[in-house]
């Protein structure tokens, strides 16, 4: 037995490169035990192979640390999937600051209806405030003098469309550019129709007629907004 | 599903990113991918060794890794997740696509008649100690047989231990072992191939220059 024994290490001693090679494939990068290691030392070709699988150890070692620019579109096509598959929310951009009171116009179509309801009051009431019929007699907007009232309404219609058109048109730039850009040349028209109007007004405060006009471009402004406004909050471009 | 939460995305950690995408964030999603991707292509990329269906694989690993994610519970390393997923993706597809050919624990190589250990004879052995360039050792693993091919990659370049590429690749640690170390040897003869036929051109081209000048 014990002869055996010695028989089985002094043949590893002796050990071939067939042999080593074994070791080697079994001990991966662990330490090569003693008799191995005497081959090595004996057996410059061996000693090359091993040297020649370290050099290549490293190298792929090397390799795994590298990263690779991935092509954009698959990022693209992943998205479109997971959307697809409903598993990724969808994104909205971020929308612009505005008065809390004012979002929660836009959230609800039927508020945002009631409050351009309210602009054409104001509007109605500037008009036919100066004549004999006092439409708006309720409205806080009716205690001051009239000159100060029509300025006040104008002032406060001019900000409140303006905030509007700040937060509709983003975001129905998002949906249809088409249709904003028909919203803004709408707007823009109605802008300098008021623009008119408004002069006239100031220039003859007692014409009637000029009132009217003023009242009936305030009022396509508004339908101009509140129909947009339906879209941006339905997300329906009809 | 969720509303999707407006975050910036550059500073959200990765922590925070898995906890978000859990919850349907894509803004997590996405910053997990960008955190991500660029390992999981080039793995799949070293596996097929073609770019369009390193691609695909990228996609379906993190179509695979979103469908998932909310199964994490942070028990191992979300990047040891992704990619064991991710070799997953690339094994099953592999094999697919080879169900008909060779499989693992036959050799892959045409040449290797016998399973052991083979020595180049008649050849000089170069040492390749510093004259493995990234280039050429890719090269070499792209010419790689399949088998050695993927366990190649999964130990030595993604650092898989044997014991796990024997799990995913549905054979024994044995095995793994034996496939590798003939990697390793097929790489050192084309690696060597390269060498020498740099030598031959460089000899070529001194010729060629010294005629010139003669």
Not at chain 1, 124 to 149: D, F, K, R
Not at chain 2, 36 to 48: I, Q, T
Not at chain 2, 155 to 165: K, L, P, R, T, V
Request: aromatic share 6%.
């Amino acid at each position: 037995m014990k002869f055996r024994r010695k028989w089985k290490a002094m043949k590893m001693m002796n050990m071939e490169c067939d042999q080593f090679e074994r070791i080697l494939e079994q001990q991966d990068n662990g330490p090569l035990p003693a008799p191995a290691l005497a081959h090595l030392e004996a057996c410059e070709t061996c000693r090359i192979l091993s040297a020649d699988l370290g050099a290549i150890r490293d190298a792929a070692l090397e390799l795994g640390a590298e990263e690779l620019p991935v092509p954009e579109r698959v990022w693209i096509s992943l998205r479109q999937q997971l959307n697809a598959e409903g598993i990724l929310a969808v994104e909205r951009p971020p929308v612009p600051e505005v008065p809390a009171g004012w979002w929660a116009v836009f959230q609800r179509p039927a508020l945002a209806g009631a409050f351009l309801s309210l602009l054409l009051a104001a509007a109605a009431m500037v008009g036919y405030q100066s004549g004999s019929v006092q439409i708006a007699m309720h409205s806080p907007l009716a205690s001051p003098p009239a000159g100060n009232t029509f300025l006040s309404a104008e002032k406060e219609f001019k900000e409140e469309s303006l905030a509007i058109g700040n937060v509709l048109i983003p975001q129905l730039q998002i949906r249809d550019a088409a249709v904003t850009d028909s919203l803004r040349r709408n707007l823009g028209v109605v802008d300098h129709f008021i623009a008119m109007c408004e002069n006239s007004v100031r220039e003859q405060p007692d014409n009637e007629m000029a009132r009217e006009y003023l009242y009936g471009a305030y009022e396509q402004k508004a339908e101009l907004l509140a129909t947009a406004m339906n879209r941006s909050v339905t997300g329906g471009l009809q | 599903m969720t509303r999707t939460r407006q975050t910036d995305t550059g500073e959200m950690t990765e922590a925070e990113a898995i906890r978000l995408a859990q919850q349907g964030d894509a803004g997590a999603f996405e910053r997990i991918y960008r955190l991500h991707s660029r390992r999981v292509y080039a793995l799949c990329l070293r596996m097929v060794g073609n770019t369009a269906e390193a691609e695909d694989l990228t996609q379906d690993a993190f179509l695979q890794l979103f469908r998932k994610i909310a199964t994490f519970r942070g028990e191992s390393a979300f990047s040891t997740w992704l990619h064991r997923l991710a070799v997953n993706v690339v094994l099953m597809k592999l094999r697919k696509k080879t169900l008909s050919e060779t499989p693992l624990d036959e050799t892959n190589d045409p040449d290797d008649e016998n399973s052991g250990p083979r020595r180049e004879l008649g050849a000089p052995d170069l040492l390749l100690s510093g004259s493995i360039d990234r280039v050429h050792l890719q090269r070499a693993i792209d010419q790689l047989p399949p088998g050695y091919k993927q366990v190649f990659v999964l130990h030595d370049i993604q650092g898989f231990e044997h014991n796990e590429i024997a799990g995913l690749m549905n054979c024994s640690i044995g095995n793994s072992k034996s496939q590798l170390h003939k990697a390793r040897m097929r790489l050192r003869e084309l690696l060597q191939e390269t060498l020498r036929s740099q030598a031959r051109q460089d000899r070529q081209a001194a010729k060629s220059e010294a005629s010139g000048s003669g």
